[in-house]
C-alpha cells in the first residue's frame, strides 16, 4: 500500500515557476514508478511526466517537454515536477501516481495508487 500527497500548487503568472512535490508512504516507495497527471475543468485527466523505479528514466508530454522536469529522491520518499515557463494552459489539478507496470507510463491505467491532488493556477 502506498499513499501519496501531492503539495506545492498555487497561484503564479505566465513565465513563472513552481515545484511540485508528491511525498509517498510505505517502505517499497523506491520500486514504483511514478507520474504525474493534471486534469483541467472539463476535460480528460492528461499524462504529464513519469519517472521510472530506477530514476535512470523519464517520460513526458508533448505539451511540457522542455519546460518541466520530474526527480525523484528516494531517501526522502518524494518526487519532484519542477514546471517553469508557465502557461495559462497550464492550469489544473495535478495528480502523482505511484504503479509497477515496467513497460507504460503514460497511461492512467499503469498506476495504482493516486493523491489527492493540488490545484495549478497560471495567470495571465
Known amino acids: 500500500q502506498v499513499q501519496l500527497v501531492e503539495s506545492g500548487g498555487g497561484l503564479v503568472q505566465a513565465g513563472g515557476s513552481l515545484r511540485l512535490s508528491c511525498a509517498a508512504s510505505g517502505r517499497t516507495f523506491s520500486s514504483y514508478n511514478v507520474g504525474w497527471f493534471r486534469q483541467a475543468p472539463g476535460k480528460e485527466r492528461e499524462f504529464v511526466a513519469a519517472v521510472s523505479w530506477s530514476g535512470r528514466n523519464t517520460y513526458y508530454g508533448d505539451s511540457v517537454k522542455g519546460r518541466f522536469a520530474i526527480s525523484r529522491d528516494d531517501a526522502k520518499n518524494t518526487v519532484y515536477l519542477q514546471m517553469n515557463s508557465l502557461k495559462p494552459g497550464d492550469t489544473a489539478v495535478y495528480y502523482c501516481?505511484?504503479?509497477?507496470?515496467?513497460?507504460?507510463?503514460?497511461?492512467?491505467?499503469?498506476?495504482?495508487?493516486w493523491g489527492q491532488g493540488t490545484q495549478v493556477t497560471v495567470s495571465s
Open positions: 501516481a505511484a504503479g509497477t507496470d515496467r513497460l507504460r507510463f503514460g497511461v492512467r491505467s499503469a498506476y495504482d495508487y
